[in-house]
């Protein structure tokens, strides 16, 4: 599986951005996404997750309310709508495939595959 991360970028406190992570090289609808997010200094955390379907989806406390996560098996793409960005949300953002369909929630070492990255700056 390959992950390709993009849509990041600086956005003023308030804003939203979309975040988009296009995936090859397996069936897309076979297995799990999530978001995770890494700011300078921290660890990584869990953000967002859905299941193969999209049925199933988790959020974080710290962005519930104002991320979406969706998924276009069509597309072989998962997006994370950010709203309402706070300049705590910055960090480089993951996608991350779970070879497991169910997951919705999980650690790091949990997903097997991981996106570049994307930068998301929010700035006060």
């Known amino acids: 599986v390959q992950l390709q991360a993009s849509g990041g970028g600086l956005v003023q406190a308030g804003g939203s951005l979309r975040l988009s992570c296009a995936a090859s090289g397996r069936t897309f609808s076979s297995y799990a996404m999530g978001w995770f997010r890494q700011a300078p200094g921290k660890e990584r955390e869990f953000v967002a997750g859905i299941d193969w379907s999209g049925g199933r989806i988790y959020y974080s406390d710290s962005v519930k309310g104002r991320f979406t996560i969706s998924r276009d098996n069509a597309k072989n793409t998962v997006y994370l709508q950010m709203n309402s960005l706070k300049p705590e949300d910055t960090a480089v953002y993951y996608c991350?495939?779970?070879?497991?369909?169910?997951?919705?929630?999980?650690?790091?070492?949990?997903?097997?595959?991981w996106g570049q990255g994307t930068l998301v700056t929010v700035s006060s």
């Open positions: 991350a495939a779970d070879l497991n369909p169910y997951t919705v929630v999980g650690q790091a070492i949990d997903y097997e595959y």
